[in-house]
């Protein structure tokens, strides 16, 4: 079945430690995107990536950083200047953005980081 | 500024209940309204999408229309494996691509 697969599904860090997320998909979409789930709050975007080798900063993106070397990767590292990184992190693709479309999001099961 | 506003933030319903979940917005450039349902530590999955007023769409006991200015999200006789957290989002295009979620409504069916 074609998906989005995140892991690991629980993180546990330690205050200064760097840490990433993997995020891999089978559904052959150009692009992806991670965004960052809080109580209370509606998913906010930390990166997303249209095309290998090139991503863009959404709205969050301090304290993180993302690479797209494959077509089906998107790694998410949640560096120790990332204040207050706890938090549900999820996974998205979708089908290459054109301006004239809305392009629906298919997400992974999300992982969920604690800081110690 | 470009908001999405989703009430209540929590809903209780006795099963067999019909009630509405509201997504209201405020976006320059609407590309699409997009609603997902989210179930406890698992990603959203895509429901509906609504291009323009005055377009319904539905699945099985869930109806989404759409204004101008938002959305509903329309449960008839809703049952326990309808309780989840329903998410909307619009998407939006001024030069670049927006898309802008809600903090969701949680809904609780009691059988």
């Known amino acids: 079945d074609g998906g989005i697969t995140q892991s690991p599904k629980y993180l546990f860090r330690k205050e200064g430690q760097n840490v990433t997320l993997s995020c891999e998909q089978n559904l052959n979409h150009d692009a992806m995107y991670w965004y960052r789930q809080d109580p209370g709050q509606g998913l906010r975007l930390i990166y997303y990536?249209?095309?290998?080798?090139?991503?863009q900063k959404g709205d969050i993106a301090e304290g993180y950083s993302v690479s797209r070397e494959k077509k089906e990767s998107f790694p998410l590292t949640v560096t120790s200047a990332q204040k207050n990184p706890t938090a549900f992190y999820l996974c998205?693709?979708?089908?290459?953005?054109?301006?004239?479309?809305?392009?629906?999001?298919?997400f992974g099961a999300g992982s969920r980081l604690t800081v110690l | 500024e470009d908001q999405v506003t989703q009430s209540p933030e929590a809903l209780r319903l006795q099963e067999g209940e019909s009630s509405s979940l509201n997504c209201s917005y405020t976006v320059s450039g609407l590309r699409g309204l997009f609603w997902y349902r989210q179930d406890p530590g698992k990603g959203p999955e895509f429901l509906f999408t609504l291009y323009s007023a005055g377009e319904e769409k539905e699945k099985e006991r869930l109806k989404a229309t759409l204004t101008k200015k938002e959305s509903f999200l329309h449960i008839t006789a809703p049952k326990p494996e309808d309780s989840a957290t329903y998410l909307c989002?619009?998407?939006?295009?001024?030069?670049?691509?927006?898309?802008?979620f809600g903090a969701g409504t949680r809904l609780f069916v009691k059988a």
């Open positions: 990536s249209q095309i290998v080798n090139d991503f």
């Open positions: 989002a619009v998407q939006a295009y001024t030069g670049g691509f927006k898309t802008i």
């Open positions: 998205a693709s979708s089908i290459i953005m054109v301006p004239s479309g809305a392009n629906v999001l298919t």
